[in-house]
T-cell receptor, first 111, second 115 residues
Framework: GNSVTQMEGPVTLSEEAFLTINCTYT??????LFWYVQYPGEGLQLLLK?????DKGSNKGFEATYRKETTSFHLEKGSVQVSDSAVYFC??????????FGTGTRLKVLA | DAMVIQNPRYQVTQFGKPVTLSCSQT?????MYWYQQKSSQAPKLLFH???????NEADTPDNFQSRRPNTSFCFLDIRSPGLGDAAMYLC??????????????FGPGTRLLVL
């Protein structure tokens, strides 16, 4: 079946550090892949997406590349800020358009 | 700005007392979703509407119902809330369904507390 696996959190970094949050998936067919961010007490905001292999999604300094050969969609940012502290969800869409979410990774950035 | 709006942001209800959460959207999207999210967990899909066509997830309890009177509005009714229904409820919309590229846009959520 379809599934998404994210690295366990929390991830704690100092400001300006490099961020990687790992996401791997299992899917039949060719899913689209997404990263969402959830700030405390808020809904999910779309951060970036990629719809086919080798696509790179990017937004607000975050990037992720759809790697079909390794079934991965790792989230990266070169220099994190305190304001990036949030929970990050990786997700894929199935052929019927429904989302399969990962369990979420909490990021804490310290000043 | 086009958006998904949820009201209220916080809702307190009593055990067993019916409660309704509302969602509206200015995106003119065909599809509206309701998710339940418990603390430190991923959102769990309860059901969705494609236009007026209602689609229930197999494991959604009968206690949860939904109404969509028009394109813009969708309601979540919890007929007899239990303590286990305390959660964040998220509404999302999409312009497509049944399509692998469908992107969902979420509202800010309503946090439900059951006393």
């Amino acid at each position: 079946g379809n599934s998404v696996t994210q690295m366990e959190g929390p991830v704690t970094l100092s400001e300006e550090a490099f961020l990687t949050i790992n996401c791997t998936y299992t899917a039949t067919g060719y899913p689209s892949l997404f990263w969402y961010v959830q700030y405390p007490g808020e809904g999910l905001q779309l951060l970036l997406k990629a719809t086919k292999a080798d696509d790179k999604g990017s937004n607000k300094g975050f990037e992720a590349t759809y790697r079909k050969e390794t079934t991965s969609f790792h989230l990266e940012k070169g220099s994190v800020q305190v304001s990036d502290s949030a929970v990050y969800f990786c997700a894929l869409t199935t052929s019927d358009g429904k989302y399969i979410f990962g369990t979420g990774t909490r990021l804490k950035v310290l000043a | 700005d086009a958006m998904v709006i949820q009201n209220p942001r916080y809702q307190v209800t009593q055990f067993g007392k019916p409660v309704t959460l509302s969602c509206s959207q200015t995106l003119n999207h065909n599809v509206m979703y309701w998710y339940q999210q418990k603390s430190s967990q991923a959102p769990k899909l309860l059901f969705h509407y494609y236009d007026k066509d209602f689609n229930n997830e197999a494991d959604t309890p009968d206690n949860f119902q939904s109404r969509r009177p028009n394109t813009s509005f969708c309601f979540l009714d919890i007929r007899s809330p239990g303590l286990g229904d305390a959660a964040m409820y998220l509404c999302a919309t999409s312009s497509q369904t049944g399509v692998v590229r469908a992107t969902q846009y979420f509202g800010p959520g309503t946090r439900l507390l059951v006393l």
